[in-house]
């Protein structure tokens, strides 16, 4: 059985998005998630929604309870996790209102839980591949169905914040070889592969981050902006790609079996 989640928001925290919807709140042995949880359908297949930053987008990258979140997804019975984020732009060629489906990703966080495991076993999850390839894979067909501008890989930069960058930080992630970045795509993803769920961010890209000369500065206005006019296409996007996803065989099911002492 296939079941779907989605944390995020670019619009998709929409209870009218799915049929037979209902909302509950949910208790995890780490805490509340960040909102109340939304179920339903999308096309016959089910689907679960936590909105990551809560409905009014009042918890800031560092405070999401990411092991509530993905716990409850767990709990819940979901196989595969849909994840849009918003992020900046480190390359001239992904412009704002551009998708990316990253498939790696480097950490520069510093405050927050990465495992469930912090008993008598250590995870040591591995995570050299971050992301489902096949999700990402459905992803980019649909995307190009779609006619949306896209691009299908990319190595995302994931900053604690909720500060966005200096314009040195910006130039030396860009020597890095980053294409993008965000502030919570990490512990997502990592804690995602514990629990055995196929995991594939939706990065949409709001502005040029810092870097671009002759552009204006990111701002939380010209993020908000951004988005509002994207979000239709992540919506769009998201309600095609649910209804074709697959109880695969995969990689990111099974890699917990090797990883625990």
């Known amino acids: ?3 779907v989640g989605i944390i995020g928001g670019s619009g998709l925290e929409n209870p009218d998005l799915l049929q037979n919807s209902e909302q509950k709140k949910m208790h995890t042995p780490y805490g ?3 909102d109340l949880v939304t179920t339903g359908k999308v096309g016959g297949v089910d689907v679960v929604i936590i909105p990551r930053h809560g ?3 009042h918890i800031y990258p560092s405070k999401v309870n990411a092991r509530a979140n993905v716990w409850a ?3 819940l019975g979901v196989t595969h996790i849909l994840a849009p984020t918003a992020c900046g732009s480190l390359r001239e060629d992904i412009a704002p209102g551009h998708l990316v489906f990253i498939d790696q990703f480097i950490d520069r966080t510093t405050k927050r839980h990465q495992t469930f495991y912090e008993g008598q076993e250590v995870c040591h999850i591995s995570m050299a591949d971050p992301f489902c390839e096949k999700v990402r894979n459905l992803l980019v067909k649909e995307a190009a169905n779609l ?5 299908g890989k990319g190595t995302m930069v ?3 914040g909720p500060r966005f960058s200096t314009r040195a930080e910006s130039e030396l992630f860009r020597k890095w070889g980053c294409d993008t970045i965000n502030m919570t795509t990490v512990p997502e993803a990592v804690l995602a592969r514990e629990a055995g769920i196929c995991y594939q961010p939706i990065a949409m890209s709001t502005d040029y981050d810092c870097w671009r000369q002759g552009t ?3 701002s939380v206005d010209m993020l908000l902006a951004t988005m509002k006019l994207n979000a239709d296409n992540v ?3 998201v309600l095609k790609v649910v209804p074709l996803l697959s109880d695969w065989e995969c990689g990111c099911r099974t890699a917990i079996e090797s990883s625990l002492l």
């Open 216 to 218: 204006e500065d990111v």
């Open 147 to 151: 006619g949306l501008k896209f691009h």
């Open 55 to 57: 409905r009014n987008h």
């Open 1 to 3: 059985m296939v079941k």
């Open 158 to 160: 994931v900053i604690e």
């Open 73 to 75: 997804m767990k709990e």
């Open 32 to 34: 509340m998630c960040s």
């Open 235 to 237: 919506v769009k996007l």
